[in-house]
């Protein structure tokens, strides 16, 4: 049964940094792409919004260009494990952060979820 759990959210000043994890038991983790995908608060599921993109050994990464240069996804799969470190945070990185798996090149089409966690930029 795939699983992805993640935690790590939190509130935040702008400029400040966070880093989010997802724990992923139940799958071959190893043999997975993995995403971060990002949904506004309070907003439906169709505004959901890809992020970033790790490939099954960690050797290239994607971002949307929006969080280039700021945010760095990576993953230990030794412990089924997938990170964000986001720095520089701005209020328009609020919402809810899901790590998701095997999704459509730069979509939110995915095949599976976690339950997300909340992060929330603002002074």
């Known amino acids: 049964q795939v699983q992805l759990v993640e935690s790590g959210g939190g509130l935040v000043q702008p400029g400040g940094s966070l880093t989010l994890s997802c724990a992923a038991p139940?799958?071959?983790?190893?043999?997975?792409?993995m995403h971060w995908v990002r949904q506004p608060l309070g907003k439906g599921r169709e505004w959901r919004e890809w992020v970033a993109t790790i490939t099954t050994r960690g050797g290239q990464a994607d971002y949307t260009d929006s969080v280039k240069g700021r945010f760095t996804i990576s993953r230990d799969n030794s412990d089924n494990m997938l990170f964000l470190r986001m720095t520089g945070l701005k209020p328009d990185d609020t919402g809810v952060y899901f790590c998701?798996?095997?999704?459509?090149?730069?979509?939110?089409?995915?095949?599976?979820w976690g339950q997300g966690t909340q992060v929330i930029v603002s002074s």
């Open positions: 998701a798996r095997n999704c459509d090149w730069r979509s939110t089409e995915c095949d599976s």
């Open positions: 139940g799958f071959t983790f190893s043999s997975y792409w």
